[in-house]
C-alpha cells in the first residue's frame, strides 16, 4: 500500500535540534494519516505525534508537547518531525506510520510502518 522511509535519525545533544523526515512511496500521501512513533529499550512503542490527511489536525503526547512539531508537505509526499529541546529521554528509534484514512491517535490502527530511525540524545 504504502513504502515508508525515515533518513533523518541521528544524535544530538541534550537541548539541542533535529528534524526526521519520513518520504512514502507506493500510494497518493494524501489518502493517508501520518504518525510518529518512538521505542526506548525496553519500553513500549509509544505515540509521538499524529497528523490528519491534510494536515489541520495535529496530537502531541504529553511529554514533547511544546517541543515537537509534526508537519506534513503532500507535494512531496513527506511527513516532518521538528524536535527542539531535546532530552536523554527522547531517546528512541523513531518510526514513521501511515493508516489509511482519518485522522486517528490509535497507535493499532496504523498499519504501515517505516524501519525506524534511531535518535540519540546525549547529556
Known amino acids: 500500500q504504502v513504502q515508508l522511509a525515515e533518513p533523518g535519525g541521528g544524535l544530538v545533544q541534550a537541548g539541542g535540534s533535529l528534524t526526521l523526515s519520513c518520504a512514502a512511496s507506493?500510494?497518493?500521501?494524501?489518502?493517508?494519516?501520518m504518525g510518529w512513533f518512538r521505542q526506548a529499550p525496553g519500553k513500549e512503542c509509544e505515540i509521538v505525534a499524529t497528523?490528519?490527511?491534510?494536515?489541520?489536525?495535529?496530537f502531541y503526547t504529553d511529554p514533547v508537547k511544546g517541543r515537537f512539531t509534526i508537519s506534513r508537505d503532500n507535494a512531496k509526499n513527506t511527513v516532518y518531525l521538528h524536535m527542539n529541546t531535546l532530552q536523554p529521554e527522547d531517546t528512541a528509534v523513531y518510526y514513521c506510520?501511515?493508516?489509511?484514512?482519518?485522522?486517528?491517535?490509535?497507535?493499532?490502527?496504523?498499519?504501515?510502518w517505516g524501519q525506524g530511525t534511531q535518535v540519540t540524545v546525549s547529556s
Open positions: 507506493g500510494h497518493t500521501f494524501s489518502l493517508y494519516t
Open positions: 497528523i490528519s490527511r491534510a494536515g489541520g489536525t495535529t
Open positions: 506510520a501511515a493508516k489509511l484514512g482519518p485522522w486517528t491517535t490509535t497507535l493499532s490502527a496504523y498499519g504501515y
